[in-house]
């Protein structure tokens, strides 16, 4: 099982070293999760599974102390790029949510934007999470629900390419119950509430081109499939376009997703 592991969170690093492109699409969504978490002043912040720093930069723009760690050096650099350009101070490190290279009780708020739901072990993540966050701190995270767009979206990859037996899938993360269970005993007071972006696009095929080229699993299905099966390759870029179709309007694409806010016991 560790080496099922290891693997997987190497196709993932890999995978999401592209992701840069879709940083403009996420940033709207880093303020709304920045203020949901309610960020503030000399507050030290942990953004877990960093990206390119929207999160991060967001929330030390409002005057917090922030650490931001990703498992891809890619993101990471982009990410310090971006903090030089908006001239804040954020501590950039490599690091995996499963094995959080921090103290206990280190930070006040820990967040997640579309990140921690990657974890192949769910549990181990959030218990990470949690033994960094102080007592009565606030963990927050942006997740994607299954019935909606990207959730949708999401699941028909595992009917073309399946994913490795034994590990949840994401977007459990986006079920409130599943949520709550998960989070049990060990969290109060949590909070539920739906953000929207709108992400312009030409056409849904213009959209799902710029999401193949960019997000990890995706990039990984259309190289499997592109090399052994090219006719079950275009039969899921149809289904692909038809789901993204209904939620098309106007040349924006419209995403909705979950936010979770809730405090340490």
């Not at 969170?9 to 999760?33: C, M, N, S, V, Y």
């Not at 309610?38 to 650490?67: H, K, N």
């Not at 966050?133 to 390419?161: C, H, N, Q």
Request: charged share 25%.
């Amino acid at each position: 099982m560790a080496d099922a592991i290891a693997e997987f969170k190497q196709i993932q690093k890999d995978g999401w070293a592209h992701f840069a492109p879709l940083e403009a699409i996420t940033t709207a969504a880093a303020a709304r999760l920045v203020g949901h978490a309610g960020v503030g002043q000399g507050v030290r912040v942990l953004d877990v599974g960093c990206g390119t720093g929207v999160v991060a930069i967001t929330a030390a723009r409002r005057g917090a102390r922030v650490t931001g760690v990703d498992l891809t050096p890619q993101l990471l650099n982009r990410a310090r790029e971006n903090g030089v350009l908006a001239q804040v101070e954020v501590e950039w490190r490599e690091a995996d949510v499963e094995e959080l290279p921090f103290g206990d009780e280190q930070f006040d708020i820990v967040l997640s934007q579309f990140a921690h739901m990657f974890a192949p072990r769910p549990e181990v993540a959030l218990h990470q999470m949690l033994r960094t966050l102080k007592r009565d701190g606030t963990i927050a995270f942006s997740t994607w629900p299954p019935e909606l767009l990207v959730g949708r979206t999401m699941a028909l990859g595992p009917r073309y390419l399946p994913a490795p037996p034994g590990f949840a899938s994401p977007l459990l993360w986006g079920d409130p119950s599943v949520i709550r269970e998960r989070l049990g005993n060990a969290v109060k007071e949590v909070v539920f509430d739906r953000g929207r972006m709108l992400v312009p696009a030409l056409s849904p095929q213009h959209f799902r081109a710029t999401i193949e080229r960019s997000a990890g699993p995706l990039i990984k299905l259309v190289e499997v499939l592109g090399a052994k099966d090219p006719d079950r390759l275009k039969t899921f870029r149809q289904e692909f376009d038809a789901i993204v179709a209904e939620y098309f309007e106007d040349n924006l694409v419209r995403q909705d997703y979950l936010l979770t806010r809730g405090r340490k016991i």
